[in-house]
């Protein structure tokens, strides 16, 4: 297991300086925001290879990759954004990109998860995503599809929706990030549905309950990785959450120290 960080989490002056934080902390990698990626790449490449820090993924946020393959009207545009994050990941060295196949719409919210919502759209989804599968496999660039949870989502909503798509789609370069934040809403028991599934997930997502640094909610994050060490995952963690004022590189600091030392996480 790796453990990385992901960009715009906390003030930084420019990318630079981002990286020589992820150095300091040392990381092993580190996850880069989508927002603006087309015009700063060769800049984020060649800092990159200047501070010999690899990015593990990309980002794209809520806005990088407009609309959704299940809509109709708007299915090309967002294959194409897809396409573009792929050449971009191509150009970090491989860089997964990571895919929320849709977010929520404005809409009546459900108490529970909309199984069907997923059961009619899945092979529509999967049809669209296959030419992007084999554009990732020719780029050596993995997919990332990362379920949500029933709040932001309502189609991909839990890991083993996330395992069926990508066993259906049947490509070594469509995995899973798993998002401990989602998954803690929407799992019966997180660690069993990792362990279920590890085979599908390279890519994890760390945020306590609150959506706070590891160390600051209620997930049991020891249990957790030792499930994942259990079950041989060698994928990548990566913090993703919000980062409290008043000092957020302090706040970062002692919640990868407690990864490291609590959680049994190694330096590398």
Request: aromatic share 8%.
């Amino acid at each position: 297991m790796r453990l990385a960080i992901q960009e715009d989490l906390f003030p930084v002056k420019n990318f630079n300086e981002f990286l020589q934080m992820a150095r300091k902390w040392e990381l092993d990698a580190v996850e880069v925001w989508g927002k603006g990626l087309s015009d700063r790449v060769d800049e984020v490449q060649r800092t990159l290879r200047v501070t010999g820090m690899p990015a593990c993924s990309i980002c794209p946020g809520g806005t990088g990759i407009r609309g959704s393959l299940l809509n109709n009207d708007e299915w090309e545009t967002t294959a194409a954004d897809i396409r573009e994050f792929l050449r971009l990941g191509a150009a970090l060295n491989g860089s997964a990109v990571i895919l929320v196949p849709r977010f929520r719409r404005a809409q009546f919210l459900k108490l529970y998860p909309d199984e069907n919502c997923f059961l009619q759209n899945k092979q529509k989804f999967l049809d669209r995503l296959a030419p992007l599968a084999r554009e990732a496999e020719r780029l050596g660039v993995t997919i990332l599809l990362e379920p949500l949870n029933r709040y932001e989502a309502d189609f991909l909503i839990t890991i083993d929706q996330a395992a069926q798509l990508c066993a259906e789609i049947d490509s070594p370069r469509v995995r899973i990030l798993a998002d401990l934040f989602h998954m803690n809403l929407e799992e019966a028991n997180i660690s069993s549905s990792l362990t279920r599934n590890i085979h599908w997930i390279a890519h994890i997502h760390l945020a306590d309950s609150n959506r706070l640094l590891p160390g600051l909610g209620h997930l049991d994050f020891p249990y957790i990785l030792r499930a994942l060490a259990a079950a041989s995952f060698t994928g990548t963690l990566c913090i993703e959450c919000h980062c409290p004022s008043p000092n957020p590189t302090e706040a970062i600091s002692r919640s990868i120290a407690y990864l490291r030392t609590t959680a049994g996480i190694n330096h590398p």
